[in-house]
Nanobody
Framework: QVHLVESGGGLVQAGGSLRLSCAAS????????MGWFRQAPGKEREFVAA????????IYGDSVKGRFTISRDNAENTVYLQMNNLRPEDTAIYYC??????????????WGQGTQVTVSS
């Protein structure tokens, strides 16, 4: 299995930006698709973005398309989520995951512990 650790969360004002990182370890890291999900208190976990090692372009959830960008550095075993024009409704715990290249959380096998993102008005 892949071990994942998220970082980069914090408090930011609406309209600001944050860059999340997901550090991965494991012999087969580069063979997995990588995704980001988020979950706000009292809400269902929501797909944010996913990227493959090499091939199809990244995919995004409708609520973040045009504002967030996912990228992957295979040499450094790291996945990033650049979040621009943040809104209060983006407030959530953000989780990094590895698995299949889909929008379904059940298709991801390994999960990080999450990092809190809070966007103030």
């Amino acid at each position: 299995q892949v071990h994942l650790v998220e970082s980069g969360g914090g408090l930011v004002q609406a309209g600001g930006s944050l860059r999340l990182s997901c550090a991965a370890s494991g012999r087969t890291f580069s063979n997995y698709a990588m995704g980001w999900f988020r979950q706000a208190p009292g809400k269902e976990r929501e797909f944010v973005a996913a990227v493959t090692r090499s091939g199809p372009p990244p995919i995004y959830g409708d609520s973040v398309k045009g504002r967030f960008t996912i990228s992957r550095d295979n040499a450094e075993n790291t996945v990033y989520l650049q979040m621009n024009n943040l809104r209060p409704e983006d407030t959530a715990i953000y989780y990094c995951a590895s698995g299949l290249f889909t929008k379904r959380q059940t298709d991801y096998d390994s999960w990080g512990q999450g990092t809190q993102v809070t966007v103030s008005s």
